[in-house]
């Protein structure tokens, strides 16, 4: 197969060029030179940003083109124009952030999606981001017609993962000590290792097909407890997991999600009980948690050395998830409330 990737040098990207290239296919790569201009060696590398010149793609067909890196629906209508009749599938790399809301778990492709008041915004926010990622889906549906596959991500999770949510729990159980957990361990949570989908996309893209796909993980539910469990067992036994309630996490202005990574509130827990059936049924498989948080505690170690010596490359990583200081004030408070009484 002739596969044209659009973003191939980070996470999802650079996982698909490299199981593509495994698997015997020929991969073009699209992207502006900037990560990891030394990897892939083997594939061809068309330098270019997808929001200036794009005259490098103007030779050459491919079977199919996975598209990971388009926000706004003028890049999908601009790439459209620019390979009609010289592509054969287009996958559009969505996220499940399009829905219009989570209020019921269970919910599927066939649920509603967000609108924006100013669809000509290109603006990308917290406030815009799904909406503008369904607009880029309708975009590419009118471009590609039944050619077109639509894959909406859960969390991706693993090596090379350059948000550091996921990878923040692992750095901090390693730091060992009282970690600060959060809210209801039975709390449900998503993600799917990049790995797998990535595998997932080439597999559609081998058999041609189109539609619309929930894709996040694991196959069977995982509560919040199950896995920050699993990663103290494996990583570090040492470490003793303290749970905080909710109410108290909030009312002390603890931030969901950003503070404390993959932590939802008990209203929000819909985000996290996505059906996925659709995307299992056509072959999505999901490796092992354990192997997920081996592979990642030990690419994040890696990583963490080539900070350290400066030779790490690429742009940098953002800051995530509680300062030391924060936590253990909040676990201070914690322990300190009139209604510890011994903890």
């Known amino acids: 197969m002739n596969l044209l990737i659009l973003g191939g040098t980070r996470f999802l990207g650079r996982h698909l060029a490299e199981q593509a290239l495994a698997r015997g296919h020929r991969v073009t790569l699209l992207h502006r030179g900037r990560s990891g201009p030394g990897l892939f060696p083997q594939a061809e590398h068309r330098i270019a940003d997808r929001d200036g010149d794009l005259s490098a793609l103007d030779a050459g067909t491919w079977d199919a083109a996975i598209d990971t890196s388009a926000y706004v629906p003028r890049q999908v209508r601009k790439m459209a124009e620019r390979l009609a009749g010289r592509v054969g599938q287009y996958q559009l790399v969505s996220s499940i952030s399009v829905y219009t809301t989570f209020d019921a778990p269970g919910l599927d492709e066939n649920a509603s999606v967000q609108t924006l008041d100013d669809p000509a915004t290109e603006a990308v926010t917290g406030e815009t981001y799904g909406g503008l990622k369904a607009l880029c889906e309708a975009a590419a549906q009118q471009g590609f017609g039944t050619r077109c596959l639509v894959s909406r991500p859960g969390l991706l999770v693993g090596p090379h993962d350059p948000t550091g949510r996921f990878t923040w729990w692992l750095q901090r159980l390693t730091r ?64 003793r997991l303290r749970w905080l309630d909710e109410a108290f996490l909030l009312a002390q202005g603890v931030a969901p999600w950003t503070e404390l990574p993959l932590w939802l509130p008990q209203g929000q827990w819909g985000l996290d009980q996505v059906s996925i059936a659709r995307a299992l049924a056509s072959g999505l498989t999901c490796r092992p948690l354990a192997a997920t948080l081996a592979d990642t505690a030990a690419w994040a170690a890696e990583a963490a050395r080539a900070d350290a010596a400066g030779t790490v490359g690429g742009p940098p990583r953002p800051a995530v998830g509680l300062e030391a200081g924060r936590e253990a004030a909040l676990l201070a408070a914690w322990h300190g409330r009139p209604s510890a009484a011994g903890g």
């Open 176 to 239: 060992a000590g009282e970690v600060l957990a959060p809210g209801d361990p039975e709390a449900p949570v998503q993600f799917i290792d990049a790995r797998d989908a990535a595998a997932w996309m080439l597999l559609q893209a081998e058999r041609g097909s189109a539609g619309t796909f929930n894709l996040t993980g694991p196959a069977e539910p995982l509560t919040m407890g199950g896995l920050l469990e699993a990663a103290r067992r494996l990583l570090a036994p040492q470490a």
